[in-house]
């Protein structure tokens, strides 16, 4: 099996399989997930068997014990649809800096989704009124 079949077979695991998946790769037993992340051995048994679903809270506290990212088992738990569009943590680093104006957050936000959205390779800055413009061969 190529490792990209892998790949996606492991990104199709449902919510229990994925954290054992996960714990099992970590070479970690159930108590000690249990412990690390702060709720009980049979809680995070029943987690892995699909019994229960947990919370976004009880989700965080696994991800950090796995050392895996919350939004992914938040996708795979339902809670984040993972088609709906997502700010990046450059857009909420602008969105949060509290120097900046509305305007001014508009405007960077614009020049960043420019660059990295399809076609933003096209995106030239232009140059200041009174430098120079340079060209790149």
């Known amino acids: 099996m190529e490792r990209n079949e892998v790949i996606e077979q492991h990104e199709r695991l449902p919510l229990g399989d994925f954290i054992a998946a996960q714990r099992r790769a970590a070479e970690m037993s159930l108590r000690q ?3 690390r992340a702060g709720i009980s ?10 019994l229960r679903k947990p919370s976004a809270e009880v989700l965080n506290q696994i991800a950090t014990a796995l050392s ?3 939004e992914s088992l938040y996708v795979r738990a339902g809670i984040i649809d993972p088609d709906e569009p997502r700010p990046t943590s450059v857009q909420r680093a602008v969105q949060t800096d509290p ?7 508009q405007a960077l ?3 960043y989704l420019a660059f990295v959205q399809p076609g933003g390779a096209d995106f030239a800055p232009q140059p200041m009124p009174g430098q120079p413009a340079t060209t790149e061969e």
């Open 33 to 35: 997930l249990a412990e």
């Open 41 to 50: 051995n049979p809680y995070v048994s029943q987690i892995e068997r699909g």
């Open 68 to 70: 895996v990212s919350a």
């Open 99 to 105: 120097a900046l104006t509305a305007v001014q957050k």
């Open 109 to 111: 936000i614009s020049v």
